[in-house]
């Protein structure tokens, strides 16, 4: 059967920068640049992208290209030994997309409730409470008798917008994105006009823009900042391989992964711009955006969307502008997720896209309903640590050293500048990169999340809020050791289903 392909190379890219822009991009990165002074943040950040960030990014789209597999038949078709790494990026993708399609309920639910901000003009401390009373959380891990079913319809309707986007692969796809790329960065654009407007938005553009280098002591910013590189351009997670898997040969990876990386930087900072020149217009400061993931969307905005003026329907009419652009952001990321797993288990047991794209899409959504209970927040927040600060951080470890070290780097730089022209990749940059920079900086990020966990929180994440240690050992070690047994796991069922083997490798991959 032809493998499935993108419409055309502009489609690729919309795909890509849509899975690599997503809600993180909207408040994880700026509520980070707030907390590790603005614009010092901003610089390490770029750093970290131009020297681990894209040349990763170009390593995985050129496996995908080259293979015409997902992630683990890729990386098997490499070398042998290297398959379960293709499938831990898998599992914990999975895990991944069922958390990730909680939130994008939450944002859902948020547009959909706008006007709950009308009443509350000037009244900040009620508007940072709104989400926490729509989805009913006890902030614990107790309290699963208790389920929120306004999240539970808006569940249901974000896990069929993402089957809806992804039903018929790369072709449905490439439809979708045209139109959900575009539409947030007009919204974000919007957003950012009006911030421009408020008194004290320069302060804002400054504290973003301007380095503060005393931040540079931090070793934190320098953790936090490699590891947003990491986690916002999708990369260890089987996305980029099973889209790089739907180009054409022709296609200029070089070139295409410099688009798709600095498109996902300047949207970032346009996120930026939007939050400093809005929370600094409504009177806020650095030290009210210190927070950067959840809290920051569903707490921090909220107090400055009821201070944006004195009138509640146009507070409430621009907090519906804002979520559903938050909205447009979660559903490329999300059906990306799904699509990196459905495609390495269909070209491993060679079943229909469709189908398993049907029964990836149902068993997630019937484990994500775990996340709506009262717990649901704090499972979910477990879950979400263990995946991007231990999991993946481990598979980004491992990737680089397997290509780097245990195959010739030679042939995937070959690969990327297969078709370039005035721009090829520098092959001291990629090695120095693949077989240096990216394991020792990984490694470097996982030995402090450790000592973070176990030196400074004792063990159990979360304790300070209630997490209980059952809850760290199933949602967090428990996960993880499923993730990274995962290879194995498929290897029993395949040989029990006399799945077929892939005789494809590196060298007899199909060049069509």
Known sequence: MAREKWASRSTFILAAVGSAVGLGNAWRFPGLAAKYGGGAFLLIYILAMLIMGIPLLMMEISIGRHMRQGAPGALGGMNRKFEPLGWAATANAFFIEIYYAVVFAWVILMAVCAFKFAPLTGNSEAASGVWAELIKTTGTTSGYGTISWPVVGCLVV??????????????????????????????????????????????????????????????????????????????????????????????????????????????????????????????????????????????????????????????????????FCLCTLAIDSAFSIVEGVSTAV??????????????????????????????????????????????LIIVGILEPLAVGWCFKTAKVLDEINLNTRSFKMPGWWFKFSLKFAAPVLLSVLFVWNVVDLFVTNGGIYGSADGYSLTANLIGGWLMTALVFLSGFIVRIVAKRKKAPVSRCTWDTAPRD
Not at 161 to 167: D, G
Not at 229 to 255: C, E, H, P, R
Request: hydrophobic residues 50%; charged residues 10%.
């Open 346 to 391: 269909s070209d491993k047991f060679s079943l229909p896209k469709k189908k398993v794209t049907i029964w990836t899409c149902t068993i997630s959504g019937v484990i994500s309903l775990w996340f709506v209970t009262g717990a649901g927040l704090a499972w979910l927040d477990i879950v979400d640590h263990w995946c991007n600060n231990f999991n």
């Open 158 to 323: 974000a896990w069929g917008l993402i089957y809806f986007c992804i039903r018929n692969g790369a072709h449905s796809v490439g439809k979708v994105v045209k139109y959900t790329v575009f539409l947030p960065v007009l919204c974000l654009v919007i957003m950012a006009v009006k911030g421009f407007t408020m008194p004290g938005a320069m302060e804002g553009i400054r504290t973003l823009f301007v380095p503060n280098f005393s931040a540079l002591s931090n070793p934190n910013l320098w953790v936090e900042a490699i590891g947003q590189v990491f986690y916002s351009l999708s990369i260890m997670m089987a996305i980029m391989i099973a889209y790089g898997s739907f180009i054409d040969k022709d296609t200029n990876i070089a070139l295409d992964s410099i688009i798709i990386a600095f498109s996902d930087l300047a949207i970032s900072v346009l996120s930026g711009v939007v939050l400093f020149t809005t929370m600094y217009g409504t009177g806020m400061t650095t030290a009210d955006m210190s927070t950067s993931g959840i809290g920051t969307a569903f707490m921090i905005y909220p107090m400055a969307i009821v201070n944006l003026s004195g009138s509640g329907v146009f507070n409430a009419i621009f907090a519906f502008i804002f979520y």
